[in-house]
């Protein structure tokens, strides 16, 4: 009873309060949306660094001039807009970047930490006060109240930065820096893999990645034209590792899907799918430790860096964002972690009864179609009759994993004959409210609950084939037939 209950993957309304992982995964998937679509901004200003400091490629003087600008003005005025603009549209955009420009003038440090801060910070202010305001404004008064509120706020918002906001977070800033700064003096930044990692599995990789290295890496990237920090959660080596392993030495369900997943993993750079490998195995993320230390040891040794923060996590990512004289330890650094990590998961994975798991796995299908049949546990009778027109897959930032089940199942669909359905990716506060099913990774169920828990919501392991999906499939044939 309790097997069939913590396999249901459909969720019931108003079930418990979402956990505190759950609101730390949706934290972090914001951060991911103000930084992503400002990527290539990020990878611009890296290129322009790489090329033309004094220790670039090509060192030019002149076109050297924009790289302080850039990275000074620019790119922490594209995340305070960003912010700003998904608290509230465009408003907020415009508040976000006044109360920045009082953070960048006020510090010594390019404030990405404090762009991020003050973004969504001004948009919540501008929102909360159009609020208040909403039926209260004299017809004709409307352009005048909008504008003038917007001066104002902003402008107190942006002494307000100037004076206080920007000290504080300016000093938070360099007690972390002098923090990890301190492991690398020591030697102990390897550590870092010991949070890193297991963070990483449970969807926290966001939240460490764009909320904590990324800001650390532009800042030194700014000093010396490239950082480790970029590598430190990043590197694509233990996932390929991990997936390597499973390949030749794991369940027979993990040796057909493994090798699929570490090519996209590897080149695609979408890391979510080596994630339910690990989960499968818990003991492996001791593989994933190990192959995270000895590479950050290695870039360490190396004195290896990237100049920008490499999204996605691909392979193709970090020799694009590689400077002069870092190639050997970056490529040194994402092989050694690959074979630690493979030579202690296949250790894990030999010491274990593979067996088993294939037992877990078949079991695991076959009630699956069971209970689909029943219709008792995996659709409610009431929307098991309901036509399913659109179908949104959703993941932390919207253009990963979610992207790939979406491509997949799409393929799947047409494969079929399927026609008159849509099938698209989107991050998990975004997916549109008419969506008649939303597909999630398990481990992002309790996050999608919190915006979407009126919703039929289908959980899955696998972004590639996973039997969850089985029954969804016979579900839209049967209704097209």
């Given at each position: 009873?309790?097997?069939?209950?913590?396999?249901?993957?459909v969720?019931?309304?108003?079930?418990n309060t979402?956990?505190?992982?759950?609101?730390?995964?949706?934290?972090?998937g914001?951060?991911?949306n103000m930084?992503?679509?400002?990527?290539g901004a990020?990878?611009a200003?890296?290129?322009l660094?790489?090329?033309?400091?004094?220790?670039?490629?090509?060192?030019?003087?002149?076109?050297?001039?924009?790289?302080?600008?850039?990275i000074?003005?620019?790119?922490?005025?594209?995340?305070a807009i960003?912010?700003?603009?998904?608290?509230?549209g465009?408003?907020?955009?415009?508040?976000?970047?006044?109360?920045?420009?009082g953070l960048?003038v006020?510090?010594?440090?390019?404030?990405?930490l404090?762009?991020?801060?003050?973004?969504?910070?001004g948009?919540?202010?501008i929102?909360?006060?159009?609020?208040?305001?909403?039926?209260r404004?004299?017809?004709?008064f409307?352009?005048?109240?909008?504008?003038?509120?917007?001066?104002?706020?902003?402008?107190?918002?942006?002494?307000?930065?100037?004076?206080?906001i920007?000290?504080v977070?300016?000093?938070?800033?360099?007690?972390?820096?002098?923090?990890i700064?301190?492991?690398?003096?020591?030697?102990?930044?390897?550590?870092?893999?010991?949070?890193?990692?297991?963070?990483?599995?449970?969807?926290?990789?966001?939240?460490?990645?764009?909320?904590?290295?990324?800001?650390?890496?532009?800042?030194a990237?700014?000093?010396t034209?490239?950082?480790?920090?970029f590598?430190?959660?990043?590197?694509p080596?233990?996932?390929?590792?991990?997936?390597?392993?499973?390949?030749?030495?794991?369940?027979?369900?993990?040796?057909r899907?493994?090798?699929?997943?570490?090519?996209i993993h590897?080149?695609?750079?979408?890391?979510?799918?080596?994630?339910?490998?690990?989960?499968?195995?818990?003991?492996?993320?001791?593989?994933?430790?190990?192959?995270?230390?000895?590479?950050i040891?290695?870039f360490?040794?190396?004195d290896a860096?990237?100049?920008?923060?490499?999204?996605?996590?691909s392979?193709?990512?970090y020799?694009?964002?590689t400077?002069?004289?870092?190639?050997?330890?970056?490529?040194?650094?994402?092989?050694?972690?690959?074979?630690?990590?493979?030579?202690?998961?296949?250790?894990i994975?030999?010491?274990?009864?593979?067996?088993?798991e294939d037992?877990?796995?078949?079991?695991?299908?076959?009630?699956?179609?069971?209970?689909?049949?029943?219709?008792?546990?995996?659709?409610?009778?009431?929307?098991?009759?309901?036509?399913?027109?659109?179908?949104?897959?959703?993941?932390?930032?919207?253009a990963?994993?979610?992207?790939?089940?979406?491509?997949?199942?799409?393929k799947?669909?047409?494969?079929?004959?399927?026609?008159?359905?849509?099938?698209k990716?989107?991050?998990i506060?975004?997916?549109?409210?008419?969506?008649?099913?939303?597909?999630?990774?398990?481990?992002?169920?309790?996050r999608?609950?919190?915006?979407?828990?009126?919703?039929?919501?289908?959980?899955?392991?696998?972004?590639?084939n996973?039997?969850?999906?089985?029954?969804?499939?016979?579900r839209?044939?049967?209704?097209?037939?």
């Amino acid at each position: 009873m309790e097997n069939s209950a913590r396999e249901t993957n459909v969720v019931e309304m108003n079930q418990n309060t979402p956990s505190t992982r759950a609101k730390v995964q949706a934290f972090g998937g914001f951060l991911t949306n103000m930084v992503l679509p400002n990527i290539g901004a990020f990878i611009a200003w890296g290129l322009l660094t790489a090329l033309f400091i004094p220790t670039g490629w090509i060192p030019n003087e002149e076109l050297a001039q924009i790289v302080e600008p850039a990275i000074v003005y620019l790119l922490p005025l594209l995340l305070a807009i960003t912010g700003g603009r998904m608290v509230a549209g465009q408003r907020g955009a415009v508040m976000g970047a006044i109360g920045a420009i009082g953070l960048i003038v006020g510090s010594d440090i390019p404030m990405f930490l404090g762009a991020m801060v003050i973004g969504p910070l001004g948009g919540w202010v501008i929102k909360k006060f159009d609020n208040a305001m909403e039926n209260r404004i004299p017809a004709g008064f409307e352009m005048i109240v909008n504008n003038f509120s917007l001066g104002i706020l902003g402008f107190l918002l942006m002494i307000l930065s100037f004076y206080f906001i920007g000290p504080v977070i300016e000093s938070a800033n360099n007690f972390v820096t002098a923090s990890i700064e301190a492991l690398v003096a020591t030697g102990l930044l390897p550590l870092l893999s010991l949070i890193n990692e297991p963070a990483k599995v449970l969807f926290l990789n966001n939240v460490i990645d764009q909320g904590i290295y990324y800001p650390l890496g532009m800042q030194a990237a700014a000093e010396t034209g490239k950082s480790i920090y970029f590598t430190v959660a990043s590197n694509p080596g233990p996932g390929l590792g991990l997936l390597m392993a499973f390949t030749f030495f794991g369940g027979k369900t993990a040796r057909r899907t493994a090798p699929g997943a570490s090519i996209i993993h590897f080149f695609g750079g979408i890391h979510e799918l080596y994630f339910p490998y690990v989960l499968m195995k818990p003991l492996t993320i001791l593989g994933m430790i190990a192959g995270g230390m000895s590479g950050i040891a290695v870039f360490s040794l190396f004195d290896a860096g990237l100049v920008a923060g490499p999204s996605p996590g691909s392979i193709f990512a970090y020799l694009g964002l590689t400077p002069k004289g870092s190639f050997v330890g970056i490529l040194a650094g994402v092989l050694v972690s690959a074979v630690v990590t493979f030579f202690v998961t296949a250790l894990i994975l030999k010491m274990g009864k593979n067996s088993e798991e294939d037992e877990e796995l078949s079991e695991s299908i076959e009630k699956s179609k069971s209970m689909k049949q029943e219709g008792k546990q995996i659709y409610t009778s009431s929307k098991k009759d309901k036509s399913i027109d659109k179908i949104s897959f959703a993941c932390d930032a919207g253009a990963g994993s979610s992207a790939l089940g979406a491509t997949t199942f799409r393929k799947k669909l047409k494969k079929k004959g399927i026609e008159g359905i849509e099938v698209k990716h989107y991050r998990i506060e975004d997916a549109p409210q008419d969506s008649d099913v939303i597909v999630v990774h398990k481990d992002l169920l309790e996050r999608a609950k919190i915006a979407h828990n009126d919703k039929e919501i289908i959980t899955i392991e696998n972004y590639i084939n996973d039997p969850n999906l089985e029954p969804l499939m016979e579900r839209l044939e049967s209704s097209r037939s």
